[in-house]
Each structure stands twice: as C-alpha cells, then as structure tokens.
C-alpha cells in the first residue's frame, strides 16, 4: 500500500492540486471477502438442520416416520443470528406448551363443540399476548386448536416433546453455522466513505471556478441525501452488532466489529458537518458581489484545497474501517500505510487551513456583504477536520493492532496552536 505524498506548493497552483487530489483514487486493500450467507449455504444449513431434527425424533418413544413437527419447529426457530435463533426457540417451546395445556385443561372438563372451540381461540390468543410472544403467538391457538380436536393426551406429549427436540436442533445450528454479519457492515461503511469523499471530491474541483448557485444548491441536495445512507449502515452495523452477541465463535477471534461503532459515529458527524459546509457555500454563491468569498479567486483555491485533503481523508478514514482484523503475529502487515496517509492529509489539511484563514479574514465594514459567511466557512472546515483526527480514530483493543497506530499522533503536536491560529484572524471586525 502507497502512502499519499504532501507537498507544499505555490499559490497559483493551488487550483490544479486540487483537482488532482480531487480526482485521485486511494489504492484498494487486498482484503479477504467473506460474504455472510450466501444463498447456497443458507439452504445447505436450512437442509442439515431440518433432517436433523428429523432424525433425533425418530429416536423418541413412539416416534413417527411421517410426523414433522421436529423438523418444522427446527426451521422456523433457525435464524440469521444465534441471538434470534434462542429467543425465537423459548417462545416457540413456550407458545406450544402453553397451547397444549390450555387444551389439555379444557377437554378435561368440557366437551367439544363450535363454541367452546371459539372460546379456547380466543383465550390462546389472549393467553399469547399476556406472555409476550411476538411473532410466536399463533402457535398457542394452533397447538390448542390440534390437541383440542385429538383430545389425546398422547398427541399432546408427543407435540411438546417434538417441539423441544426441534428447537433443540435449531440451537444446535445455530452454534454451529450462524454467521458473523459483520463484512456486509464493513462494505456499507466503505461505501458510505466512498460517496463522502467522492463528494467532496467534485465539490474541490467544482471550486476551481466560481460556482454557479444551481451547481452549488446540488452539493447541499447530496449532502442531505447522505442521511439515508447512514441510516442504511446502521441498520447493518446493528445487524452485525447483532449476529456477534452470544456467538461462541467470539470467544475464539474477539469482536470482529470492535470500533465499528465509533467510527460509523463519526462518519455522520463528519456528513453533518459536510452538510452546514455544503450550506455555507451555497449561500455565498448566491452573493451578486465580488465580497463573495467563493467569488475570490485566491480564497476560492484555497477552500478547494483543503476540501481535496478533506476527500482523501475521509476515503482513508473509511478504508481504516473496512480493514479486516488480523491474526496474531501478522501485525507487521498492518496497513499502517492508510494510517500515514490519513495524517498526511489532515496534516495537509490543517496547513491550507492556516492560510485560509488569513484570506477569509475581513473587516466586516468593509466588505459588508457575506463576511458572516467566512468564518461559518472557516468553521465547518474546521469541524470536520478535526473530526478525522488520529486521536479520534477508535480505540478498542482488536482495533489498534489492525490500524497499526504509531505512539506517534502528529496532530497531537501541533493541534491546540493551530486552533487557535484558525481563529484568530477569522473576523476582525
């Protein structure tokens, strides 16, 4: 993996470096995909199970060679994540004892008819919800239903022990064969990455000229348009988040999504601070006045360059993310190189703050037309660049050896005068 050389550079060509940046693709890491079910696992674990529980049924006491109550219990409790898998299984069993003995109860002292067959659906189902089964309470009035008509307390035993022995094997599957939902989760967080940086790509090189108002008010649009795409990485982060909880095989590789979290985090404050930046932008293109801070030529490269160092950031922040764990003893291929890059262009970044600033600073008597603009501008890049910084990257232990974090943080050096420095001059009026 390459590391992203930073050079200082002449003012005047400040514009073309942005655009180059703009338009650089980051290396892609060689990574070992592994998808979380594909279709034709998903049948084979689907299959075993079933026959499984076929099996084991075979095995009980006047056990039947057509009965698949076992291998049905055994399919409907099986489940993407071992979590659901053993709460489906306790409601399961529990929605179908407590159906057989409702019916158990009642045909002892009733005899059948329409309406008591009525009243015991209606009762089960009250039954169900009083015990909170969710998905799982019809199959209080079925199990009811079924023994009801019989009235054997043979098929009633029967019905309980097979359905024990279903979601027995289920569990058992589920042990065994659930997968760890978490790379589709990783790609979800790379692609979001990838859009944010590709966005704040074509928003440099779109300031390499003065924006027009419409071209700007379309940045603001796919800004806002990236909370629908957060929203779909945290549905599959909780789905990861989800399939690793009471898996056994996180007690043997750790947590395979440790950091996800933070770092999905700060993804979306970086996209909300893209946002208010994308805002500001367009609010100045829309000034008919050359106290337009996006109309100045000079100030205009500058923002272009720190937006470029911002996109590939952002898209190295995203791939630190999308890394896979590695095993012990391989810490040397640690794709410290991505770290290093994200630094350098933070680093980078900070640098053509600095000078930014200077140039948004303004009296505002003298150029009373978008001055407030400047320091919101000054502002938001500042926001969102500190959002990337190393110190925030995430911490937890499986994470450190996989980023390859060095005792060195660079921004940590030089980062509270330079703070102070973006501010200084912002509005001196």
């Keep these: 993996m390459k590391g992203f050389p ?21 290396e892609q890491l060689t990574l070992v995909r592994r998808r979380a079910q594909p279709a034709a696992v998903y049948i084979v674990r689907l299959t075993v199970t079933a026959v499984f529980a076929y099996l084991l049924a075979l095995q009980l006491p006047g056990g039947s060679a057509r009965d698949v109550v076992a291998p049905l219990t055994a399919l409907l409790v099986a489940q993407a994540t071992l979590f659901h898998t053993i709460g489906t299984a306790i409601r399961r069993v529990a929605a179908v004892t407590a159906g057989v003995l409702a019916a158990v109860a009642v045909a002892a002292y009733v005899p059948f008819s329409w309406w008591v067959f009525g009243l015991l659906i209606a009762g089960t189902l009250a039954l169900g919800m009083v015990l909170r089964l969710r998905e799982e309470i019809l199959e209080v009035p079925i199990s009811a239903m079924l023994i009801f008509s019989t009235g054997s307390h043979t098929a009633a035993t029967s019905r ?37 940086a590709d966005l704040l790509g074509q928003m440099a090189e779109g300031l390499a000229e003065t924006p027009d108002p419409r071209r700007a008010a379309e940045w603001l649009d796919r800004t806002r348009a990236l909370r629908g795409e957060i929203e779909r990485v945290d549905d599959a982060l909780a789905q990861a988040e989800e399939s690793i909880r009471l898996n056994p095989r996180r007690l043997r590789f750790g947590d395979p999504a440790a950091g996800l979290r933070e770092g999905v985090d700060t993804l979306e404050r970086a996209a909300t601070d893209m946002r208010v930046l994308a805002r500001s932008v367009a609010d100045s293109a829309r000034i008919d006045s050359e106290h337009s801070p996006v109309k100045e030529a000079e100030t205009r490269a500058r923002l272009a360059a720190v937006i470029a160092e911002l996109s590939a950031a952002v898209r190295a922040y995203g791939q630190l993310l999308e890394a896979d764990p590695l095993a012990p003893g391989y810490a040397e291929f640690a794709p410290e190189p991505i770290t290093e890059a ?50 925030r990257l995430p911490e937890p232990a499986q994470v450190k050896p996989l980023l390859g974090l060095r005792e060195r943080h660079r921004g940590e050096r030089h980062q509270p005068e330079r703070h102070q420095g973006a501010w200084r001059g912002t509005l001196r009026g």
């Design 6 to 26: 930073v050079r200082p550079v002449p003012v005047e060509n400040v514009g073309e470096v942005a655009r180059a940046v703009a338009r650089r693709q980051a």
């Design 160 to 196: 309980i022990t097979e359905t024990l022995v279903g979601a027995a094997a289920g569990l058992a599957a589920g042990l065994l064969f659930a997968p760890l939902r978490v790379q589709p989760a990783k790609e979800a967080i790379g692609d979001l990455s990838r859009q944010m």
């Design 342 to 391: 994200l630094e350098d262009h933070l680093e980078e970044a900070q640098r053509q703050q600095d000078q930014l600033a200077d140039l948004l600073s303004t009296d505002p008597a003298e150029r009373p037309e978008g001055w407030q603009l400047r320091g919101e501008i000054l502002a938001h890049v500042d926001r969102l660049r500190s959002e990337l910084e190393p110190d």
